[in-house]
């Protein structure tokens, strides 16, 4: 009865949101975690022998699942926190102190509701620019903020731009990352860009977007979420969180 009540209420909530289908449910997270190593091409000198953390851009998995990443932290819409928590959808979020310090609370209320917190320096530089002991400030600075205001330094971090070099992630990892996830795709409010040739969705994708609102888009973050969500479940893709796969 709780499981049918569950799926009314999912039902319930994806009319209410606009949505034209129900999201579909991710499987339960794979007992072994894959191996996940840095992305072919996106490897730096040294990466495997100096235990690096790795560049990539989607996830070893046959399951039909995509991981939503969002990133900087300018537009603080509550609209979306209730959307996103009526329709159970996980996603990962990658955080600049300069976007997120006039309001640190609106954070919070999702780190109550289990999205992990991450990393996205505290200025959002384009870091191969900067000399490491930068590099280090940039990306270590970030991880204190992050303890201070939500209680745990993370182990994901995503450089800026999806930039970096052998400094950036030498830097991320004297600071406590183990991980470096950039994307496969990018949606928007009115489009999606794709980094592969075949312009598709494939297992294991992470997805990425932008804590943006009108002032930067022809819309809202639920419109891109709606977006998002009616492009996957019509292809048969549910949305994973990306921790549960690390």
């Known amino acids: 009865a709780e499981a049918r009540e569950a799926r009314a209420a999912l039902a319930a909530a994806a009319k209410r949101w606009d949505l034209k289908k129900v999201p579909l449910t991710a499987p339960a997270p794979p007992e072994k975690k ?14 495997e022998e100096d235990g690096l953390p790795p560049v990539f851009t989607t996830v070893p998995t046959k399951e039909k699942v995509v991981f939503l990443t969002i ?7 509550p609209a979306f926190l209730k959307m996103m928590s009526e329709l159970k959808i996980p996603y990962t979020v990658f955080l600049t102190d300069e976007e997120i310090k006039d309001d640190y609370g609106y954070f919070k209320k999702m780190q109550a509701r289990g999205v992990t917190l991450n990393n996205h320096t505290l200025s959002h530089p384009y870091l191969p620019g900067l000399s ?19 209680g745990k330094r993370p ?8 930039n970096y070099n052998r400094d950036t992630l030498r830097a991320a990892k004297s600071c406590g990352i183990e991980y470096a996830p950039i994307w496969s795709e990018e949606v928007y409010v009115d489009h999606w860009e794709y980094r592969e040739w075949d312009q598709d969705l494939h297992p294991g994708d992470i997805v990425l977007t932008h804590f943006r609102g009108e002032n930067d888009w ?8 709606r977006r998002f969500l009616d492009r996957i479940t019509a292809d048969g893709y549910a949305v994973a969180r990306l921790e549960d796969y690390l």
Do not use: S
Not at 155 to 162: A, D, K
């Open 34 to 47: 894959p191996e996940i190593k840095a992305r072919e091409g996106f490897e730096v000198d040294g990466q």
């Open 71 to 77: 990133d900087d932290g300018a537009e603080k819409d």
């Open 132 to 150: 490491y002991e930068d590099q280090k400030r940039e990306i270590c600075g970030m991880q204190d903020v992050m303890e201070k205001h939500y």
């Open 155 to 162: 182990t994901l971090f995503r450089p800026p731009y999806g």
């Open 218 to 225: 022809d819309g809202t973050m639920t419109d891109m979420v």
